[in-house]
């Protein structure tokens, strides 16, 4: 069991809408990445936060945002939701620091679906 | 830039035969190589990391992979398949340890009884 904690498990909204995603991060670590994985698809990479900030972003557009809390936990916001939004997030902890960090753990994932 | 390929998007085995799951990554530096495992309806788990140290990777449930720089490749192996390997597998790469993780399109592994 990795301690990262994902909520919620399951949702559905409508194309349009705006959805908020959370993600509990582990003990000690600091760092919360996101990653969409659409069925059938390897997980692509969304974006990274380290102590509040941004630390890196894929390729994904700007209605993809986040935030990162002072206790290290996220939120990922999806704006102006499209019918391919449709996928598994999930959310990956790990520690940054002066070594190169090699652990990510990861969340059981948010199964959002558009219709 | 980075990616990986991974070869064979279903690979079936017998229960108690080799396991070998193909993976190419390309990558303009020296790159850090992952292994992780997925559930129905779960999250990914790491099953092994290469990280420029030893070139044969021991990972978790008796997995092993090995880092062929001359051939990029870093395939997944184990000597004996178990039902409970039935899963996705994810080769991933990354040249900045285990953040901004580049993943290939998975290997769904089945094992016949």
């Known amino acids: 069991e990795t301690g990262v904690t994902q909520s919620p498990t399951h949702l559905i909204k409508t194309r349009g809408q705006q959805v908020t995603l959370r993600c509990s991060s582990q003990?000690?670590?600091?760092?919360v990445s996101w990653y969409q994985q659409a069925l059938g698809q390897g997980p692509q990479f969304i974006f990274q936060?380290?102590?509040?900030?941004?630390?890196g972003r894929g390729n994904f557009p700007p209605r993809f945002s986040g935030l990162q809390f002072p206790n290290y936990s996220s939120e990922l916001n999806v704006n102006a939701l499209e019918l391919d939004d449709s996928a598994l997030y999930l959310c990956?902890?790990?520690?940054?620091?002066?070594?190169?960090?090699?652990?990510?753990?990861f969340g059981q994932g948010t199964r959002l679906t558009v219709v | 830039a980075q990616s990986v390929t991974q070869l064979g998007s279903h690979v079936s085995v017998s229960e108690g035969a080799l396991v070998l799951l193909r993976c190419n990554y390309s990558?303009?530096?020296?790159?850090?190589l992952f292994w992780y495992v997925q559930y129905p309806n779960q999250g990914l788990q790491l099953l092994l990391k290469?990280?420029?140290?030893?070139?044969l990777v021991k990972g978790i449930n008796g997995f092993e992979a090995e880092f062929k720089k001359s051939e990029t490749s870093f395939h997944l192996t184990k000597p004996s398949a178990h039902m409970s390997d039935a899963a996705e597998y994810f080769c991933?790469?990354?040249?900045?340890?285990?953040?901004?993780?580049?993943f290939g399109t998975g290997t769904r592994l089945t094992v016949i009884p």
């Open positions: 990956a902890s790990s520690r940054l620091g002066f070594q190169v960090n090699t652990e990510a753990f």
């Open positions: 991933a790469v990354s040249v900045s340890g285990a953040n901004n993780l580049f």
């Open positions: 290469y990280t420029s140290a030893a070139t």
């Open positions: 990558s303009s530096v020296p790159p850090y």
């Open positions: 003990s000690g670590h600091n760092t």
């Open positions: 936060y380290y102590r509040e900030e941004e630390n």
